[in-house]
């Protein structure tokens, strides 16, 4: 089962569902616990210890800070000496504060200097906008080398847009109760690492959370890389190199090849089988991929699976000519680049159209495609264009999200953001047609093609900045990682 993210109206419906142990408190206890344990972990891996240690706790008005709270009794019980700050003093979850008192917890207007960690307990699911001003000045004035902790949400940052406020808290470990909220993964460097605390919410048989997200919101999902692994092309027995898929790549031109280099390197390395490719840059692509059958026109193209049209194909008359009938065929075709760029003047080529289509923007590009800025809401936008236009769209970023017309939304964080250079586009866009040529629903191809588009860059970087090529060459060792 791919990993699930919900809504806050989601994530109260499941906990409604649990009838009594919300309402007797079983579900803030575990909660609780939960975050104590990780803030021992922490506090164990980096001071040795939690006797004696400086724990402070920040605490809103909410059940957000009655967490931190009930977290801080059990973090004193436990001989670590806790201090925390009330925000909103006449409403601090009462429990939780009269339990952090009889464990000898301390009430303070002001935080200790030195501490050992922070537990952000300030707002969760409740949280709207930035931190106010008040919380905002404790955290101005906390170490930057203190770890935070986060309680669910790191405040600030949006349950379900995953938008960072300003300010927002930046959390070290972000502690989360029973199912992943849409911002651990729209927000995810905003939260650090993110831990999952059972608290006995109840599932459906198949290991997912009863969602109740309505069918109009889109539902967020992450591939886990099992999944990828087992969804990516490995040639089998009786495999040749037509039964694969063949690809064909437009893109570049002779006098700007390296789009179309890198695109149809992408798409040799990334299955086995065949790539084609079609435009002015044949000889330079041929010169660099032997491998690639390559010719100029496309009436002598030959047959393929899917379509790549995009990076450095062109706008022009002759491009738009071209786009038209690749689109008119019922192959799948990804379109990126200079292709998102014709379809922006002539949306009716791909509106509706019924064979699988995959378009792959970036911020810039989908603003030009829709006219409209993609915004803070990026989950609600590019799941909002997807069912307009009935196509699978896939939004580049950190964050790369690819949505269907039915409102399914694949996520995937990269990790790192060594990718964001030049040329890396092209790379994505021939990982992703080659996987749709091999027979992958868009949003898979999509997916599958983020995840190990990431892990190339992470693995050709190793902590220094890479090009497009350095990327492109390590999507071999990528993949090995994911399909041993
Ligand atoms: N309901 C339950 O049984 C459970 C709730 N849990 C915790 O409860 C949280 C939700 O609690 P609440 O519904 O009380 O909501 P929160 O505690 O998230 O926040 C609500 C309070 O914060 C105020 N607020 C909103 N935005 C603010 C901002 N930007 N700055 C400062 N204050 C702001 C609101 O006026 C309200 O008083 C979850 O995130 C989770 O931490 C967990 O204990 C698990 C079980
Ligand atoms: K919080």
């Not at 651990?184 to 460097?189: F, V």
């Not at 069918?215 to 099992?226: E, G, H, I, N």
């Not at 915004?375 to 590019?382: N, Q």
């Not at 999200?401 to 964001?420: I, K």
């Amino acid at each position: 089962m791919p990993v699930s993210y919900l809504t806050a109206d989601a994530v109260r419906a499941e906990e409604r569902a649990t009838g009594e142990l919300l309402t007797n408190g079983t579900l803030m206890r575990r909660a609780s616990h939960g975050v104590a344990q990780a803030v021992a972990a922490l506090l164990a891996e980096r001071t040795n210890g939690v006797v004696g240690r400086a724990v402070g706790i920040v605490v809103g008005a909410g059940d957000n800070g009655g967490d931190a709270l009930y977290a801080g009794a059990e973090l004193a019980r436990r001989g670590a000496a806790v201090s925390a700050t009330l925000l909103a003093p006449d409403k601090a979850h009462a429990g939780g504060l009269a339990a952090l008192r009889r464990a000898r917890g301390r009430v303070v207007e002001t935080l200790p200097s030195s501490l050992d960690v922070v537990i952000d307990g300030v707002v969760g699911i409740g949280g709207h906008g930035p931190l106010r001003p008040a919380a905002a000045t404790v955290f101005a004035s906390v170490d930057p080398l203190t770890p935070i902790v986060a309680v669910d949400l790191p405040s600030g940052v949006d349950a379900d847009t995953g938008q960072i406020n300003q300010p927002a808290v930046r959390a070290d470990v972000t502690v989360t109760f029973g199912v992943r909220r849409h911002a651990h993964l729209l927000a995810a460097p905003q939260c650090g690492r993110v831990e999952l605390v059972d608290i006995g919410l109840a599932e459906d048989p198949e290991g997912a959370p009863l969602v109740s997200t309505p069918p109009t919101r889109p539902r967020l999902y992450a591939l886990t890389d099992t999944e990828i692994a087992d969804a990516w092309p490995v040639p089998g027995p009786h495999d040749d190199k037509y039964t694969q898929g063949v690809v064909g790549v437009i893109a570049g031109s002779h006098r700007y090849p390296g789009a179309g280099i890198l695109c149809t390197g992408a798409a040799v390395t990334a299955t086995s089988g065949m790539t084609r490719y079609v435009g002015s840059a044949h000889a330079e692509v041929v010169e660099h991929f032997p491998e690639v059958v390559a010719v100029p026109d496309f009436a002598d193209a030959g047959r393929v699976q899917a379509w790549i049209v995009g990076p450095g194909a062109g706008t022009d008359d002759a491009a738009v000519d071209l786009l038209g009938k690749i689109l008119a065929t019922e192959l799948p075709v990804l379109v990126d680049a200079d292709g998102l760029t014709v379809l922006s003047q002539h949306p009716e080529l791909v509106r509706g159209r019924e064979a699988p289509t995959l378009l792959t923007p970036h911020a810039g590009e989908f603003a030009r495609l829709t006219g409209e800025e993609v915004g803070a809401d990026r989950l609600g936008t590019v799941a909002g264009l997807a069912q307009r236009w009935g196509v699978t769209v896939l939004l580049k970023g950190r964050i790369t999200l690819v949505a269907e017309p039915d409102g399914t939304v694949f996520g995937n964080d990269a990790e790192s953001s060594w990718a964001a250079t030049a040329g890396a586009g092209d790379v994505l866009s021939g990982i992703a047609g080659a996987l749709l040529a091999a027979g992958l629903p868009p949003i898979w191809a999509g997916a599958a093609a983020a995840r190990v588009h990431a892990r190339a860059a992470a693995l050709a970087s190793g902590g220094a900045p890479i090009g497009a090529s350095n990327l492109l060459a390590g999507l071999r060792p990528a993949l090995r990682t994911l399909l041993v």
